[in-house]
């Protein structure tokens, strides 16, 4: 019996953060403790999505909290995806995005409104899923881990100071809404 572990999340210009991850071909015990620890990681960090070289393991694996899935604790928001590839995309959503790798700082971001991922579930099984809005913004965000890019590289310009304060009082206002600054 084994117990999940909260497993360290690489910051800033970590090499490992700038690697491209391998395809996983083998859906093990091994794997499943690698999905386990990463959920207890992004729950107990409080993000919206988490990908697998963040915590050190260059393999192509993803989580990412599907909000629109209402009323729902985050731990049944959480979806896996093993190899995940976006097959679909359209629209467009200009916004704020943050990582967990990268705290404090958030950034405007223009990523596609909808997109179809292709991905396997911890088994192995293949599934495709619409995602939209913080969703979508998500599984873009951490696909693009998967490849070695950082959101920083793609955003127009970064909030400053007083927007941030700004946020931060819409937050204590409307408690729930970690949306408004999504660490991903
Ligand atoms: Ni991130």
Do not use: W
Not at 27 to 49: I, P, S, W, Y
């Amino acid at each position: 019996m084994r117990f999940m572990a909260i497993r360290n999340i690489l910051r800033g210009n970590d090499p490992a953060l700038l690697k491209t991850s391998r395809i996983i071909t083998d859906f093990n015990k091994r794997l499943h403790m690698l999905l386990d620890d990463m959920r207890e990681t992004l729950v107990e960090a409080n993000g919206l999505g988490l990908a697998s070289p963040q915590v050190g393991v260059l393999r192509r694996a993803v989580l990412i909290v599907d909000t629109e899935i209402a009323d729902k604790p985050m731990e049944e928001q959480i979806i896996e995806m093993v190899n995940p590839e976006i097959i679909e995309e359209c629209g467009e959503q200009t916004g704020n995005e943050g990582c967990l790798s990268v705290p404090g700082v958030y950034g405007i971001v223009t990523r596609p409104e909808r997109v179809k991922v292709k991905a396997q579930d911890r088994y192995g099984n293949y599934f495709e899923l619409l995602l939209s809005n913080t969703a979508a913004r998500a599984a873009c965000h951490e696909v693009d881990h998967l490849n070695g890019v950082i959101f920083t590289s793609l955003a127009e310009r970064f909030l400053t100071e007083e927007e941030l304060d700004r946020l931060a009082e819409d937050r204590t206002e409307n408690e729930q809404d970690n949306e408004q600054k999504p660490d991903l």
